[in-house]
């Protein structure tokens, strides 16, 4: 996104604001225990963890903050918190 | 057309002459003849503006953000504590690249409480984004004022910018000002054309939020229209030379300066005193010049290291103080001079409307000559 002069914007939603860059540690859904409980779904604060058309969960990390408690959450242990480089 | 004026009346007549369409101001001594003339001029009908009496001095430069965003020209003027109380709405003034036109009456800031002269006020919102012209006469003031807004609102530059000048020195002294026509002004400074607007059609809001990744960018940017603002100020101030005849096209002025041996460095009123007694110490043998600084944001740094590189001492004058370091101008100077080898020596001077005069001069030109410096000059050594 381009810089405008005097920091100005027109009108818009949070959603155009990517907030994903605040996050420190990155989410990773490893798909390999996920049982497809959808407790990431339900947990995330963030409502950025959607199902997939295979019934599978991910995360939008344009919007994920990195805050861990789907990794914390998860049932079959199959979210891991790694460090982002940026 | 010549005619005897008090400073603070020569300011109003000029900013009248420039067609501001909102004034939102609040008095504070010593800059009130300036809002009290303004305020005049709107209830009288002589003026076509909307003069907007607010509660504080923050609620004073809001209105002039709300409005210059809004597409008007906007003016205020206030001084030393007024302006301690715009120190938030300053920054986001510039951020937001709003080319509103403050006056500060320079005033010192409390504690102690004084309603004197110093230039403590100005010299601390240094890092807000303004530029900021000094005066040394009344006519220097009304002039600068249509060359402020012409800079200002330079679509390279679009900074707002703060005309400084003496408390009481110059607010409420009377000189000779050849203050030009309507026509004359209105040539020379045509409406007010804005970058960007608040309109409800297109609708933005302005001096939104940046997350780290666009911050840094954002300050970038400012400081680059400040760079700008170098050219700007040259164009606009030769334009006005063409036009009126008085050349302000330096960002510093040189006096006596090309063959001095001892080179003071001042800004304001305080440069008349420095010439009348570079007068009377070059009539005694003296090689003494002065370098007068005009712009002290942009500050002239390249300006300042070509004037002075003939001197063998620079003594710098210095209405306030960085407290724990030194006076702000000396700093400035000291860095635009570094590697030069050139000793720059600093005197804190005139704090709280303390008199300067011709001979404290000659004396500090005596200390710098003997290496003595970096010091409150005139201290009352009795009452400490």
């Known amino acids: 996104m381009a810089l405008r002069v005097g920091c100005a914007a027109a009108p818009g939603r949070a959603r155009d604001n990517k907030t994903g860059s605040w996050r420190v540690f990155k989410p990773i859904f490893k798909h390999e225990t996920c049982t497809k409980c959808g407790l990431c779904e339900t947990i995330c604060p963030e409502g950025c963890v959607k199902e997939d058309k295979d019934g599978f969960f991910t995360p939008d990390l344009d919007y994920c903050k990195g805050c861990g408690l789907c990794a914390k959450e998860c049932p079959a242990d199959d979210i891991e918190m790694v460090q982002e480089e940026k | ?384």
């Open chain 2, 1 to 384: 057309m010549m005619k005897i004026v008090e400073g603070s009346h020569a300011v109003a007549e000029a900013v009248k002459l420039c067609r501001p369409q909102v004034i939102s101001a609040y008095p504070i001594t010593p800059q009130t003849h300036i809002v009290e003339a303004l305020a005049s001029m709107v209830a009288d009908c002589e003026l076509d503006a909307e003069y907007i009496c607010v509660e504080s001095e923050f609620s004073a430069l809001s209105g002039c953000i709300g409005a210059s965003a809004a597409g008007s020209r906007t003016y205020s003027a206030t001084t030393s504590q007024g302006l301690a109380l715009m120190f938030e709405v300053c920054f986001n003034a510039a951020g937001m690249r709003l080319p509103i036109v403050m006056t500060i009456a320079n005033r010192a800031m409390g504690a102690p409480l004084s309603i004197w002269n110093d230039q403590q006020d100005s010299i601390s919102l240094r890092d807000a984004g303004w530029l900021q012209y000094y005066a040394e006469d009344i006519q220097e003031v009304s002039d600068l004022h249509f060359i402020a807004y012409r800079v200002a609102e330079d679509h390279r530059v679009l900074l707002p910018a703060f005309v400084c000048f003496d408390g009481f020195i110059l607010t409420h002294t009377y000189e000779p000002v050849d203050m030009p026509t309507q026509q004359e002004v209105d040539a020379y400074l045509p409406a007010f054309k804005p970058y960007q607007r608040l309109d409800a059609k297109e609708p933005i809001s302005m001096g939104m939020y940046a997350t780290p990744d666009y911050y840094m960018e954002f300050r970038y940017e400012v400081d680059r229209a400040m760079q700008r603002a170098r050219d700007a100020y040259v164009d606009a101030a030769r334009a006005f030379a063409d036009q009126f005849g008085r050349d302000y096209t330096g960002a510093v002025e040189g006096y006596r300066l090309e063959d001095a041996d001892t080179a003071l460095v001042a800004m304001g009123s305080i440069c008349g005193t420095v010439k009348d007694a570079i007068d009377e110490m070059r009539a005694d043998g003296k090689r003494v010049g002065l370098l007068k600084i005009r712009s002290f944001r942009p500050f002239p740094s390249e300006e300042v290291a070509a004037a002075l590189k003939g001197a063998s001492t620079v003594a710098v004058l210095d209405k306030n103080i960085s407290l724990g370091q030194k006076g702000a101008v000396a700093l400035e100077v000291k860095d635009a001079l570094y590697g030069s080898g050139i000793p720059v020596l600093d005197y804190i001077v005139a704090l709280g409307g303390r008199d300067i005069r011709k001979r404290d001069i000659a004396k500090i030109v005596d200390l710098a000559e003997k290496g003595t410096g970096d010091m409150f000059y005139g201290l009352r050594t009795e009452v400490l």
